[in-house]
């Protein structure tokens, strides 16, 4: 049986950027929904006792399987994102060896920003902008609705949720100041060097 993780932080730690209401519907609510359904989804199926990891490498691409994958999925993504988040008065850098790569691959910290915002602002509809490692080096991609970077060939360093559950309360339909917020006050680079 799949559970709801605990949040990393207490609701009101990401406060100002985003509050503990929006955390009290965006992890409460549509995490636990997701949660929730792949239980009610994979009872008695072979995916039961699986990992969040299998049942989306297993199902991806299986129309007859798209509920399990897009709750599965969900939940691993969202996972993901709590754990990429570090609480607002408690910020972190790109460690020296961090910040080295990406110069390498975008320039310079600030065109980072500007590459990985506009990804994020150009993903039409609900979806994730992620930052991710791949043999070439880092990169940076979108993916649409619960579709992950989940493959030998892109590992995932940290991500942002652009479903607009992910914002609306606290920033209505202004998807920039949210991903704005999220780079530059509450990325927990730490969690992106332990997946390096």
Known sequence: M??????PFALDALSPHISARTLEF????????????????TSGLEWENKSLEEIITQTKDRPEQAAIFNNAAQ?????????????AKNPSAPAPEFLE???KDFGDLEKFYAEF???????????WAWLVKTTAG?????????DSPFSPEEKPLLTVDVWEHA??????NRRGDFVDAVMRHLWNWDFAARNL
């Open 117 to 127: 915002k506009s990804a994020a602002l150009s993903q039409f509809g609900s979806g």
């Open 26 to 41: 965006h992890y409460g609510k549509h995490h636990q929904a997701y949660v929730d359904n792949l239980n009610k989804l």
């Open 75 to 87: 939940t691993f993504n969202h996972n993901f994102f709590w754990n990429s988040l570090r609480p």
């Open 101 to 103: 790569m990406i110069k």
């Open 138 to 146: 880092l990169k940076i991609i979108k993916t649409a609705n619960a």
């Open 2 to 7: 799949f559970t709801l993780s605990p949040l």
């Open 167 to 172: 914002y609306y309360l606290d920033y209505q």
